[in-house]
Structure formats: C-alpha cells, structure tokens
C-alpha cells in the first residue's frame, strides 16, 4: 500500500463491515407490513432504502416504488439492485403530494455521541442519544409528500420509545397505530402508520 489515500481502506472496511445497510429483521418486518398495505400502481417512497429491499419487496407487489438515501454508496447498491433511487436527505427531493405510501426504517439505535464512527454505516446505524435523530425530522416533514389518503409506515424499536415517538407526531398533526410488531432478544420491533389527521 503506497502513501496515495485513495489507497487506504474505508473505515467500514477496516472493522469488517458493510459499507451500506443489509436486511435484516426489521427491513422484513417493514417490507412485509408495507407490501401487504400496497396495491398496484401505488406511488410508494422508501426512505433511507440502503440496498434498496423494502422498495423492492414493494416493487415486486405492484407498486411504482423508489428509494432515495443520503449515502452515494446506498445509491449505488440500491440502483445496481434495480431499485430507482435518488440520492437525497429524508423527503426533501420531491414534490408535494406525490406518495401513497412512505416506509422508513431509519437509524434507531441509541447511541452516546463519544461511541460513535463517523462512517457511513454508523450514519446508517446510529439513531443519536434517544434513537430519534432522524425520526423527528421524518415526521416534522413527510405529511408533505402524502397524497390525501397517504401513509408513511416507520420501523422503531423499544429501545427509541415508540409511545413519545406517536405523541411527538400527534403534536405535528400525524394520527398514528401501532400495526405491527415482533420480540427479538433486546427490543421490540415496531411498525407505526402515521396519517395526516
């Protein structure tokens, strides 16, 4: 290795790690709630997509799906995956209106900031001290781009307190129902409906 950085390893690489979001358990349990909700035709935003599975899953129900994520590494996987995606911060990049349905499985991981790398995955990981860091800010802005009868459905664990996350959203003028959840080992996954009242 010469003294060129580009030479240099990511440092997703050097702790053996993926650079973007993989599945896992919540992805399915989100990409499984929201597909049995769409049907075809339906505009549908998967925000945060990574790999681009949920809008995927959705695609494949029929559904003109894409996916828009911060991380040009996401985009890439996410269009070599055949996902149309947009490389964009929350719901910024698009029209108002637009969305039957918005699924978001944000980072939601509580974690103090003196723990965080600051690396790709870590921004796709790391929810901040109460696992809101972008679930706030998703709920201040998606009810712009829900249709009328539009949804956004939003994957959260227990550990990021899903019931201050529903007051939170009815102070923003979101009605909120809990439509989903499973056990895991240390949380519960939580799939919450919010709609504009």
Not at 10 to 15: E, F, H, K, V, Y
Not at 41 to 59: E, I, K, Q
Not at 64 to 90: E, F, I, M, T, Y
Not at 152 to 168: F, K
Request: charged share 30%; glycine share 8%.
């Amino acid at each position: 290795m010469g003294d060129d950085p580009t030479d240099r390893p990511a440092l997703a690489d050097q702790r053996d790690v993926e650079s973007v979001y993989q599945p896992a358990e919540d992805s399915d349990l989100l990409a499984r709630t929201a597909r049995d909700r769409v049907t075809p035709g339906d505009r549908v935003l998967d925000v945060g997509t990574g790999s681009g599975y949920v809008a995927a899953v959705l695609a494949d129900a029929g559904a003109d799906a894409v996916g828009v994520d911060v991380s040009p590494l996401a985009c890439r996987q996410a269009a070599d995956n055949g996902v149309p995606v947009v490389r964009g911060d929350l719901v910024s990049p698009f029209r108002d209106g637009v969305f039957d349905l918005v699924a978001f499985n944000p980072p939601y991981l509580p974690t103090p900031a003196e723990r965080e790398w600051d690396d790709w995955m870590e921004h796709a990981l790391s929810g901040g001290e109460d696992g809101r860091r972008l679930v706030d800010p998703f709920l201040d802005s998606v009810g712009r781009v829900l249709s009328p009868d539009g949804e956004a459905l939003v994957l959260v664990s227990s550990l990021t307190g899903p019931d201050a996350i529903r007051e939170y959203a009815s102070e923003r003028g979101l009605e909120s129902v809990r439509l989903a959840s499973e056990k895991h080992p240390y949380e519960e996954l939580v799939v919450l409906r919010f709609a504009i009242e």
